[in-house]
């Protein structure tokens, strides 16, 4: 099976950056897409940004031109470098991950999810 473990979440001033790492273990030989979302209390589960195995990306518009992800296939583990923060991007952050390729942004797609890290951006 597929596992995928997220970190590097915490607490951070607006203004400040944090790396988001999701290390993936288990069947990977077979994951294709692998996103980043988040929920907020009392909010929906909503897409930040998206990677295929070939590197195509896709962000949320809330988060174009402060986060990159990324995907590093030798380390088996993707990243959010997220810059800019706000307090608005305050969340529980989830790594997610599918065998099938594709840019999609509904969460119900995916099949795998980690555990999730929380980020707190503080004003």
């Known amino acids: 099976q597929v596992q995928l473990v997220e970190s590097g979440g915490g607490l951070v001033q607006a203004g400040g950056s944090l790396r988001l790492s999701c290390v993936a273990s288990?069947?990977?030989?077979?994951?294709?897409?692998m996103g980043w979302f988040r929920q907020a209390s009392g909010k929906q589960r909503e897409l930040v940004a998206v990677?295929?195995?070939?590197?195509?990306?896709h962000y949320a518009g809330s988060v174009m031109g402060r986060f990159a992800i990324s995907r590093d296939n030798t380390k088996d583990t993707m990243y959010l470098q997220m810059n800019s923060l706000k307090p608005e991007d305050t969340a529980v952050y989830y790594c997610?991950?599918?065998?099938?390729?594709?840019?999609?942004?509904?969460?119900?797609?995916?099949?795998?999810w980690g555990q999730g890290t929380q980020v707190t951006v503080s004003s």
């Open positions: 990677i295929t195995s070939g590197d195509t990306t």
């Open positions: 997610a991950a599918d065998r099938r390729p594709g840019i999609i942004s509904a969460a119900s797609w995916y099949n795998y």
């Open positions: 288990g069947s990977i030989f077979s994951i294709n897409t």
